[in-house]
């Protein structure tokens, strides 16, 4: 279905999509704040996970919503470019605050009719259903159309995480102190995903480092469905090697995906996961 309807297609900085897929697809990214001992940043902008690894040795920065300005000047260039439609898709509610701060702003526009969703997912979760949303855009998917698929879309995307410390999780109050201790006590490396409700949930736990690539390539497997069209994701947070040793075993179990998107974890989310991540997902197209 082709149409003349020119629709945009707004993320935020938490979904972790490359620069260089950002300005191909035509994303509009909002980016997170940052509060660090020595001012506030945009993540993306003026602050990267390099910058929070080394923080976090000694501070520990807390993330905000988008600033109103940033959603108010973003809205703006959208209409400028002479959009009338967008959607826009959001990092989880259960972590933040920012699809309400983004719909409430949203209520408010004259000319510009945009459709907010909660991802209840985070990273490249986000992100994959932001780019699978802009190809369809591309392809003249009508607006309409588009909703229902973005819909089918985060109900198909399934991410996994691990992690190397639950410490800053709970410091950053995404999870009981008691679930934290347990887990450095026990030397678990837990491995995290998102429920229905876009809530942190503990998919599966390993022993050491080494068993976690084995693990997250279970879990994607499991998730396999034999004649659906699907979409792979990779991640990291600070260990590329990793993850490109990752995909590279992913992509064998998995040879006929649509397409796989990389990426690497930004800051906003690195306030909370550390350093150390590898993240496998899925997405089903349909």
């Known amino acids: 279905m082709s149409t003349t ?9 938490c979904a972790d999509v490359p620069g260089e897929l950002v300005r191909k697809h ?10 660090c001992s020595d001012g506030e940043y945009r993540d993306g902008v003026d602050i990267h996970a390099e910058d929070i690894y080394e923080r976090l040795k000694k501070e520990l920065p807390k993330s905000s919503t988008p600033s109103g300005a940033d959603v108010e000047d973003t809205f703006a260039r959208i ?5 009338t439609k967008a959607v826009a898709i959001l990092l989880s509610g259960g972590l933040s605050g920012t699809v309400n701060h983004v719909r409430l702003e949203a209520e408010e526009l004259e000319g510009l009719e945009v459709k907010v969703y909660d991802s209840r997912q985070a990273s490249i979760g986000i992100g994959v259903i932001a780019l699978q949303a802009a190809k369809y855009v591309e392809e003249g998917m009508g607006f309409e159309e588009l909703k229902e698929k973005i819909e089918k879309l985060i109900a198909g995307t399934r991410v996994f995480f691990s992690i190397d410390t639950l410490e800053y999780l709970q410091k950053g109050g995404r999870i009981g102190k008691a679930a934290a201790l347990a887990g450095m006590l026990l030397d678990i490396k837990p491995i995290l995903s998102f429920d229905g409700d876009g809530e942190i949930y503990t998919a599966a736990k390993v ?4 068993q976690v690539e084995k693990r997250l390539l279970q879990l994607v497997e499991e998730l396999k469905e034999e004649g659906r069209p699907y979409n792979l994701v990779v991640a990291d947070g600070g260990a590329p090697e990793e993850r490109d040793a990752l995909e590279q075993k992913l992509t064998e179990a998995l040879p006929d995906s649509c397409c796989l998107y990389r990426a690497r974890i ?10 150390g ?8 197209l349909d």
């Open 5 to 13: 309807e020119k629709i945009a297609v707004i993320t935020d900085s």
């Open 26 to 35: 035509h994303l509009f990214v909002l980016p997170m704040r940052i509060a």
């Open 266 to 275: 930004g800051a906003a989310l690195s306030i909370y996961l550390g350093s």
């Open 277 to 284: 991540l590898l993240g496998a997902g899925i997405q089903y």
């Open 79 to 83: 209409k400028k470019q002479g959009y």
């Open 207 to 210: 022993r050491t480092h080494k």
